[in-house]
């Protein structure tokens, strides 16, 4: 089997030959990109000034699998001729029509993230930055789309703060936060893989009585932890237990409200760290801290100062 340096060459040196006809004639290129939380190996086959990604890295997991080389390339050139035949023609020239009603913020950890936040604009928000993702689709197979970075954001005539506009705007126009109860999620969860509606309510119920975990995120449940930036719903949820919260950041893409007068900060936090080691994917962990919501000030601060402010 080949060592990940030598597979690398090889992608680069043969995936244009299990393109189609039609792509041959364009650039191949191969970068190290930073990833939220982490850095990969992204090849792209160049066709404007948008163009899909594919993981060399998440490529070699699957080879490791396999060890079918020519299988590996075969299925990654299916999909990149999939996504370059349909990205709308709109997204395949970079300009501020096309981009103006499609920026959202998102939310990632700022210590883990130093080298992507050097590249891109950006805010902090306590230990997270807000950063800015241009999204490209939107169908029943989900979303694409590319952070955005500052060559872009300089190639659209944007500032950050006139991106911070757009995106607060757009982000809950296209991702309206959505507030439900925990054990709402879970009869969700198990009567979508085939249970019936008795006996989740069984289940959930006998092991969650009267639960005061609240899950935050958004309608397409894709990083909803931006939601605590439009801090209204934190408003209603903290009205409706007539105390404070503290916020858990179960991931990029949701967070979890608890009242703050039943819990320990420091306590949750360790539960938070331990939960990102072993359940979440290193690309998805948002902080190992807890934040809490003043209902009174309307404002969110820090609850707790954990040491390891890294996510990996």
């Not at 009267?210 to 605590?228: D, T």
């Not at 039943?262 to 760290?273: Q, W």
Request: hydrophobic residues 40%; charged residues 25%.
């Amino acid at each position: 089997m080949m060592n990940y340096e030598l597979f690398k060459e090889m992608v680069e040196k043969e995936f244009i030959n299990y393109m189609p006809q039609e792509f041959k004639d364009f650039k191949l290129d191969i970068q190290q990109v930073n990833k939220i939380n982490r850095s990969l190996d992204s090849l792209t086959v160049v066709t404007g000034d948008v163009s899909p990604n594919i993981y060399i890295n998440d490529l070699y997991e699957k080879y490791k699998e396999c060890e079918d080389f020519q299988k590996v390339l075969r299925s990654a050139a299916k999909s990149m001729t999939y996504h370059l035949r349909n990205i709308p023609k709109k997204f395949m020239q970079c300009d501020y029509s096309n981009a103006k009603d499609n920026l959202i913020m998102i939310v990632i950890n700022t210590e883990q993230n130093q080298k992507m936040l050097s590249e891109v604009p950006h805010r902090e928000f306590l230990d997270l930055s807000i950063v800015y993702r241009w999204i490209i689709n939107r169908d029943d197979d989900g979303l694409s789309g590319s952070i955005l970075n500052n060559h872009l954001a300089e190639k659209l005539g944007l500032t950050e703060e006139k991106i911070y506009q757009l995106a607060v705007e757009n982000t809950i126009k296209l991702f309206p936060p959505v507030v439900k109860k925990m054990e709402d999620i879970l009869l969700e969860i198990f009567v979508d893989e085939g249970m019936s509606l008795k006996e989740a309510e069984t289940i959930v119920m006998g092991s969650m009585p009267e639960s005061q975990m609240y899950i935050i995120s958004n309608e397409e449940k894709m990083y909803g932890a931006a939601a605590m930036l439009y801090e209204n719903e934190l408003y209603k949820l903290a009205t409706s237990f007539k105390t404070n919260l503290y916020i858990l950041p179960s991931s990029i893409h949701e967070l979890i409200a608890v009242p703050a007068n039943v819990e320990d900060p420091n306590e949750l936090a360790e539960m938070v760290a331990e939960i990102n080691i072993n359940q979440v994917a290193l690309d998805e962990r948002l902080s190992n801290q807890v934040y809490y919501y003043d209902k009174d000030l309307r404002k969110i601060s820090l609850a707790t100062d954990i040491l390891n402010k890294r996510v990996d």
